[in-house]
């Protein structure tokens, strides 16, 4: 029911590019630190960089889980499931770090999102993962679901701020500069937003 692959590539890399949706999960080292979960939408904001490379785009948020876990340890896991048609779940299980503003790759990663406006939505990073081991599973228990449209209400919330008042924002959440468990998060002040 379930196969391995070598490469994102094919069938697997326009499953991946044609979903509305998909999760991540992180952990810190600590047996006893807090697992993290988070649903990513916005149709474009994720990317098959390479064969062995998926990228998206990490937003503004009110905290940075993610970001901690990957800095402390690069483990994550991906996964897109099929809510519409043939049943299938694919997961990649990999390396990852966040790519903040002032990374001399920012310019070249920000160009496989060119369906996105990224001023819209307080980008902070782009989550690079290397995969090491790309797998999918039937899906069978997944319900059908349909895929309406994006919500608009990110954009229209964080499409008002600059970089200073970002960075105020993110200065005044408890779990964004460092996380649930006391791991460094977001970099703050953060740097400005490239020109491109």
């Known amino acids: 029911m379930g ?3 070598e490469r994102i590539e094919g069938r697997l890399r326009t499953f991946i590019e044609d979903q509305p949706l998909f999760f991540t999960a992180t952990a810190p080292l600590s047996g006893d ?11 474009g904001s994720w990317a098959v960089v ?6 998206y785009l990490d937003f503004a948020g009110s905290n940075a889980e993610t970001i901690a876990h990957l800095r402390e340890n690069g483990r994550i896991t991906l996964m897109w499931c099929a809510f519409e048609g043939p049943p299938n779940i694919v997961r990649v299980h990999g390396r990852g ?3 903040f503003r002032d990374d001399p790759r920012w310019g070249d990663l920000t160009g496989h999102f060119p369906d996105v406006d990224t001023s819209l939505h307080g980008l902070r990073a782009i989550i690079v ?3 090491e081991l790309i797998r999918d599973t039937c899906g069978y228990a997944v319900p059908f679901m349909s895929y309406d449209a994006d919500r608009d209400l990110h954009g229209r919330r964080f499409a008002r701020e600059d970089d200073k008042s970002l960075s105020d924002y993110f200065a005044g959440k ?3 500069a460092r996380s649930i ?5 977001l970099p703050l002040p ?3 937003t490239p020109t491109t």
């Open 3 to 5: 196969k391995t692959y």
């Open 97 to 99: 770090e966040p790519v």
């Open 33 to 43: 630190g807090t697992i993290n979960l988070s649903p990513k939408g916005l149709r």
């Open 190 to 192: 953060l740097p400005p």
């Open 50 to 55: 390479d064969a062995y490379t998926v990228a």
């Open 129 to 131: 993962v290397r995969a």
């Open 181 to 185: 468990d006391g791991l460094p998060g």
């Open 174 to 176: 408890d779990h964004v």
